[in-house]
């Protein structure tokens, strides 16, 4: 029996992407470095130690981890501000989950601070109470250890978990341990796969 719907990243609730690529150019700007929109976009979606490791193979330019974090925040945060929308139908469907007493986690390699700020500008910090964020891991995906802490923190089996997340390759180590999956593609895809595995 399903019990929990853990979503994998931020993505798969609003699209907080076009802030923060504006923010870190912004940085780049001021730091001199110079990279392809392909080789910016490419960095998306990686944990931010490995984002600092191949900007530095890039550019040459190796940033210090908080300075970098700091300075992109405090300019995609300013951005967000007002801005920054849940997907269209996130909140019917965490209130039909609610009614289902099924528990809604997340599990980010983002800061667990600017996860808990998107959460609030879209307004749906209220169904999560339990996230893991990049403060809590030792080992990025694809390593399972996020899930594992997921799993650990919810006190559940993979088997009673549905894994979301808008990378295929992510949903890999949640198969692996039993849990059911959805590549998030927009709202009405989502709930009605959910529908079918509930």
Known sequence: ????V???TTRTLCNPLPFILKARNKVFE???VKLTNDESN????KALTEQLEEIHKLSGIKFDWDKFSKETKENSNELMKGNL???EGMESLFEELK?????IAISSQNLKENVLFYLKEINLDKYFKKMITIEDLEKFRPHPQ??????????QEGKDCIYVDVKKENLVPAKKLGMKTILFENPEQLKKELK???
């Open 42 to 45: 490419a960095l998306v979606g």
């Open 30 to 32: 001021r730091h001199n």
């Open 99 to 103: 009614e289902k007493r099924i528990e």
């Open 146 to 155: 996020i899930l594992e802490l997921m799993l650990k923190k919810l006190e």
């Open 1 to 4: 029996m399903i019990k929990n």
């Open 6 to 8: 853990i979503f994998g």
């Open 196 to 198: 079918e595995l509930l």
């Open 85 to 87: 929308k849940a997907f």
